[in-house]
């Protein structure tokens, strides 16, 4: 279970955070907690592999999300993230794509090691938000990129989605089962 920052509360989403390139398989999950505990280190950070300083970070929701702003707290020594970029609702994306791709924000980011600073995102663009993909090219100058916080404010929208359960499609109407009201309020079958 993940805890992503809300307004006045804490919403919890089940969510399989996921990342690439990561030095710990697994460690995405722990960037994500409750701003009191956002200077908490002790389950370590998202880092990347040594010599590639590059993350790639999936967040699906659960329900539809509308994302206000976003706290990122880096590793300090020059390993912090300089840079974001966000993607909206896509599955498909990896290192090469990404770059390609024009992101539907990009933040230049400072140094935040007390989780003082708030990036405010497109209020427009992240209304109807399923999943999250989060970019970070580069950093400060280290060999790896490292990530201790990383926190969303915003609200749900409620809306759950539902698979479709059992559909059936017609590719030739039975006119019988099909009545058309006639004159006189007489049905009449086709």
């Known amino acids: ?41 002790s389950n370590g950070y998202l880092e990347s592999n040594d010599g590639d300083p590059e993350l790639l970070l999936f967040i699906p929701f659960t329900t539809d999300v509308k994302i206000k702003s976003i706290s990122i707290i880096g590793a300090g020594d020059g ?65 790896t990129t490292g990530i201790s916080f990383i926190g969303l404010q915003g609200e749900a929208t409620q809306l759950k989605r539902d698979a479709v359960a059992n559909v059936v499609y017609e590719a030739l109407p039975n006119p019988a089962e099909h009545r058309v009201p006639a004159e006189n309020n007489v049905p009449t079958v086709l």
């Open 1 to 41: 279970m993940i805890k992503l920052v809300c307004d006045d509360e804490s919403l919890d989403w089940h969510v399989q955070v996921w990342a690439l390139n990561e030095a710990v398989e697994g460690s995405a999950k722990n960037v994500f907690r409750s701003w009191d505990l956002r200077l908490d280190t």
């Open 79 to 143: 390993r912090s993230p300089s840079r974001m970029r966000a993607f909206l609702n896509r599955q498909d994306i990896d290192f090469s794509t990404a770059a390609a791709m024009n992101p539907i924000q990009e933040w230049e980011l400072g140094e935040n090691l007390q989780g003082t600073l708030e990036y405010q995102m497109r209020y427009a663009k992240f209304q109807s938000v399923a999943s999250l993909i989060l970019h970070f090219p580069e950093n400060f100058g280290a060999e």
